[in-house]
């Protein structure tokens, strides 16, 4: 049987260095990605799982925001995106987030942000790194808890905006030292996560490859249940 296939949204700005590594950790974790690149390549009933990848800002105009004069947009990948957890959601097939990813999951399900996050969580380390710098607490029976533990986790951050009232079905399953969320999943199947920050970065971190392993898992379940074309 071949390898479960991911489907990985990515910003057109940045996408064509950031989508290699992306598809580096689900090969890692025993799949294989594909790259969409505009909604014209985007169906899920091809794949097994989603990638909502990192990258611009999510127009607030999509959960009742103001914006801000620092946002950088992309109205058309916002549209995408958001289709996209819908039509997961609908078929059953698991959706990792990956920062904007997170936050779009949320918006798709009805939820709104922070657009200044560090302007709200005065406590929070204001961090902009790769680097796993910044330490978060996951909350205990969590998904996210089975897969990572409850011990404190260093992460990096590279976000100004983040999760403000959760979208239907989500709950939150890590929060900085500052109390701004960094990771939201759904309680129920299919699965859902969704990480403020970059895992992909963090490759050698076996704390960050059971979150790619586990989306595989859950791919190759689905798959065993409705196998895709292809």
Not at 33 to 48: F, K, L, Q
Not at 178 to 195: D, K, S, Y
Request: glycine share 12%.
């Amino acid at each position: 049987m071949t390898k479960p296939l991911i489907g990985v949204t990515t910003s057109r700005r940045s996408g064509w260095r950031i989508f290699p590594l992306i598809a580096f950790n689900v090969w890692m974790a025993g799949g294989r990605a594909v790259r969409w690149v505009d909604g014209r390549e985007a169906d899920v009933t091809d794949v097994d799982g989603v990638i909502i990848g990192g990258g611009d800002d999510i127009s607030p105009d999509l959960y009742g925001g103001e914006l801000v004069r620092s946002a950088r947009l992309d109205p058309g990948r916002d549209a995408l995106e958001r289709g996209l957890v819908h039509e997961a959601f609908d078929a059953g097939k698991p959706v990792l987030g990956i920062c904007r990813g997170s936050q779009m999951i949320n918006v798709a399900l009805g939820g709104s942000l922070h657009q200044d996050a560090y302007g709200i969580y005065k406590e929070s380390d204001r961090l902009r790194t790769i680097l796993p710098r910044k330490e978060i607490h996951i909350q205990p029976g969590t998904h996210l808890a089975e897969l990572s533990g409850t011990e404190p986790m260093r992460i990096n951050a590279l976000h100004s905006q983040s999760v403000d009232c959760l979208g239907e079905g989500l709950r939150v399953a890590a929060r900085d030292r500052g109390g701004m969320v960094q990771a939201i999943e759904r309680a129920r199947a299919p699965f859902v996560l969704g990480v403020q920050w970059h895992p992909e970065h963090l490759f050698y971190a076996h704390r960050q490859q059971a979150l790619f392993k586990a989306l595989v898992a859950a791919a190759a379940d689905e798959r065993a249940i409705s196998p895709t074309l292809g």
